[in-house]
């Protein structure tokens, strides 16, 4: 079992900047890979990138991912943040190197709202 826990998220104005940070606890927390997804309301869940175990990374343009393993934490550090980037952010793992799709990860976070204003 890996228990995931977000947090930073929070209202902030478009242009600001946010990090937000997963701690992943459980005994094979460091062996998975780890993404972040987001969800709009009405919308799917979307892939925003992820780290394996490795240290390669997957992420979107404007955002860069980060892993500290000895605090077991990723870090999503979102930059110029504009209105359509409003969601509840998740944290999730998977036993394999990171994939795009929602489908194939194992364990969730409960997430993390994120709210940008215009």
């Known amino acids: 079992q890996v228990q995931l826990v977000e947090s930073g998220g929070g209202l902030v104005q478009a242009g600001d900047s946010l990090r937000l940070s997963c701690l992943a606890s459980?005994?094979?927390?460091?062996?998975?890979?780890l993404g972040w997804f987001r969800q709009a309301p009405g919308k799917e869940r979307e892939f925003v990138g992820g780290?394996?175990?490795s240290g390669g990374t997957s992420v979107k343009g404007r955002f860069t991912i980060s892993r500290d393993n000895a605090m077991n934490t990723i870090y999503l550090q979102m930059n110029s943040l504009q209105p359509e980037d409003t969601a509840v952010y998740y944290c999730?793992?998977?036993?394999?190197?990171?994939?795009?799709?929602?489908?194939?990860?194992?364990?969730w976070g409960q997430g993390t709202q994120v709210t940008v204003s215009s």
């Open positions: 999730a793992a998977r036993a394999g190197l990171i994939v795009a799709s929602a489908n194939f990860y194992d364990f």
């Open positions: 459980g005994r094979t927390a460091s062996t998975y890979g």
């Open positions: 780290i394996n175990r």
